[in-house]
């Protein structure tokens, strides 16, 4: 699943991947673009590339993210930043739902 897209062209060159995150304002850029894009990753052309598979334990996984100090920090920075926009998600849905309900009892004449 790609994620954290800074412009069009990133995600183009994923074209064919099953799963993309991609922010409101580079989805309205993608709207507006009616260049043709040829399929970049393909699961059949994949399939045929003489690649080792790569098996790693848990404890692997946790001492290799611990060697890397970048993946380690960008890792916990976007899990801070979702953590912010899922309470300001949950902020704005609280508020709407709110003015919904005040709204709804308005027009049925409670107070």
Not at 2 to 11: C, H, M, V, Y
Not at 65 to 78: F, P, S, V, Y
């Amino acid at each position: 699943m790609g994620a954290s897209f800074r412009n069009t062209n990133q995600i183009k060159g994923l074209c064919g991947c099953d799963l993309l995150t991609i922010s409101p304002s580079l989805l309205k850029e993608l709207d507006e673009d009616f260049t043709e894009i040829e399929v970049q990753l393909k699961a059949d052309e994949a399939k045929k590339l003489d690649i080792p598979k790569v098996s790693v334990d848990e404890k692997a996984f946790r001492f290799r993210m611990n060697e890397d100090a970048m993946a380690t920090d960008k890792l916990a920075d976007g899990i801070r930043k979702f953590a912010q926009d899922a309470a300001k998600l949950e902020a704005v849905l609280k508020e709407k739902l709110t003015a919904a309900i005040k709204d709804g009892d308005s027009k049925n004449g409670a107070t």
